[in-house]
């Protein structure tokens, strides 16, 4: 499995834009990048999934370059109920899943 | 609702005791998943069941015994555990576990204090 990299935590503020990057240096070819979320005390939760280029949902957005070596999580106007940890997560598309997490971005959104 | 149901939320235990945490899938999914999440760590994954098989055992130790009686059913049966296993045990499902496209969908987890 690719080893993702991501930065430990980062702070905002309510309305603006946050992008988490994440980098997966040994992304294999049909390997897929997934991003999920978790509050305190609650189990993470699917956010979103791509293979390339772009991909939005009603929650975020995920930005992948052509190379794949890295991607970018998006969050349009963050709001305080953001606050959490965001994993990023290279998945097989083949074989059977052992997700790994890592530790993930600890995300804080302040007023 | 997650689809995905954990009881009990809470749980206190000495370490002479027998426990059973147990989950519930809604979802129709056939894989099942234990994971351990203690403080300021990583989730680590414990056990994978694909339709009531272990498919998956992470070198855990035989203090923790799963049980996957069917499909929507997954039980951790925990008998003289340490302090230090006191964690948060999260329990998933996901539709089919060989493919990128099936999500895990996680409960909210059992806080388990070993004393």
């Known amino acids: 499995l690719a080893k993702t990299t991501q930065p430990i935590s980062m702070d905002s503020y309510e309305g603006q834009e946050v992008n988490i990057t994440c980098s997966h240096n040994?992304?294999?070819?049909?390997?897929?990048i997934t991003w999920y979320q978790q509050f305190p005390s609650q189990g993470p939760r699917f956010i979103i999934q791509?293979?390339?280029t772009k991909v939005t949902n009603e929650v975020a957005s995920l930005f992948i370059p052509a190379d794949r070596k890295s991607s970018t999580l998006s969050l349009p106007r963050v709001s305080l109920s953001d606050t959490a940890v965001y994993y990023c997560?290279?998945?097989?598309?083949?074989?059977?899943?052992?997700?790994?997490f890592g530790t993930g971005t600890r995300l804080l959104v302040s007023p | 609702e997650t689809g995905v149901t954990q009881t009990p939320r809470h749980l206190v235990m000495g370490m002479t005791n027998k426990k059973s945490l147990k989950c519930e899938q809604h979802?129709?999914?056939?894989?099942m998943y234990w994971y351990k999440q203690s403080a300021k760590k990583p989730l680590e994954l414990m056990f994978v069941?694909?339709?009531?098989?272990?498919?998956e055992n992470n070198s855990v130790p035989s203090r923790f015994s799963p049980e996957c009686p069917n499909s929507s059913h997954l039980f951790l049966h925990l008998h003289t555990l340490q302090p230090e296993d006191s964690a948060l045990y999260l329990c998933?499902?996901?539709?089919?576990?060989?493919?990128?496209?099936?999500?895990?969908?996680f409960g909210n987890g059992t806080r388990l204090t070993v004393t």
């Open positions: 998933a499902s996901s539709q089919d576990g060989s493919t990128a496209a099936s999500p895990l969908h």
């Open positions: 040994n992304i294999a070819t049909n390997d897929y």
């Open positions: 791509g293979y390339k």
């Open positions: 997560l290279v998945v097989m598309n083949t074989g059977f899943q052992k997700l790994v």
């Open positions: 979802l129709g999914h056939n894989a």
């Open positions: 069941y694909s339709l009531e098989e272990r498919v």
